[in-house]
């Protein structure tokens, strides 16, 4: 299906844990984002990507890691997770030509 | 630096009433501005953008919003609010999208209730 998927849709981990949060696109869009939506912070940018191979830090990338070694993938790595992770977690992905961002339907993401 | 703010956490409002949001953007050059709407559980649709032209712009689900350079402002408004428009909305700015410059940056959100 054409559009932007994320998986897992739920996730439960335990402290310390490494775990990763999968984003795929199917329109070859060049721009990728990661957000975070905690109530009261609306959404919060932790990384970004301009192109497969070009990352860039957002506004809270502490603890989390991410890669792109093919443009339509853009996965999100908590190395060891921590309480203050738990949150809803938003990938998005955009282009020069539509210039608005399109969201995925997000990770429900528990760190017990 | 760019970003939103949303001054208002939560607004409710009666069915049949007019609604406005509002939203103050800071950005450096001419500015993308977006209207993003969340219902409960749901990810997030586009309601309407705006980058030049005319400063009012009509979106979906009868919404329309006002640039407001003078003020940096957004802001969004339906004069009358159905009860599936209780939801969470967002505004986003951002520049053209291009390699050193194509991060959208979003306010904290405003809850919308609806009652009837």
């Known amino acids: 299906d054409a559009g932007i998927t994320q998986s897992p849709r739920y996730k439960i981990t335990e402290t310390g844990r490494q775990v990763t949060l999968m984003c795929h696109q199917t329109w070859s869009h060049s721009y990728m984002f990661w957000y975070r939506q905690d109530l009261g912070h609306g959404l919060r940018l932790i990384y970004y990507?301009?192109?497969?191979?070009?990352?860039d830090k957002g506004e809270v990338p502490d603890g989390y890691v991410v890669s792109r070694s093919k443009t339509e993938n853009f996965p999100l790595t908590l190395e060891s997770a921590t309480r203050s992770q738990t949150s809803v977690y938003f990938c998005a992905s955009r282009d020069s030509l539509n210039t608005e961002a399109f969201f995925g339907q997000g990770t429900r993401l528990t760190v017990v | 630096a760019q970003s939103v703010t949303q001054p208002d956490i939560h607004i409710t409002v009666s069915e049949g009433a007019s609604l406005e949001l509002r939203c103050n953007y800071s950005?450096?050059?001419?500015?993308?501005l977006f209207w993003y709407v969340q219902s409960p559980g749901q990810g997030l649709q586009l309601l309407l953008k705006?980058?030049?032209?005319?400063?009012l712009v009509q979106g979906i689900k009868g919404f329309e919003a006002e640039f407001k350079r003078s003020q940096s402002s957004f802001n969004l408004r339906k004069p009358s609010v159905h009860w599936s428009d209780a939801a969470e909305y967002f505004c986003a700015v951002g520049g053209v999208p291009q390699p050193n410059d194509y991060k959208l940056s979003f306010g904290a959100g405003t809850t919308v209730t609806v009652r009837a």
């Open positions: 950005y450096g050059a001419t500015p993308y």
């Open positions: 705006y980058f030049s032209g005319d400063t």
């Open positions: 990507s301009a192109a497969a191979d070009i990352t």
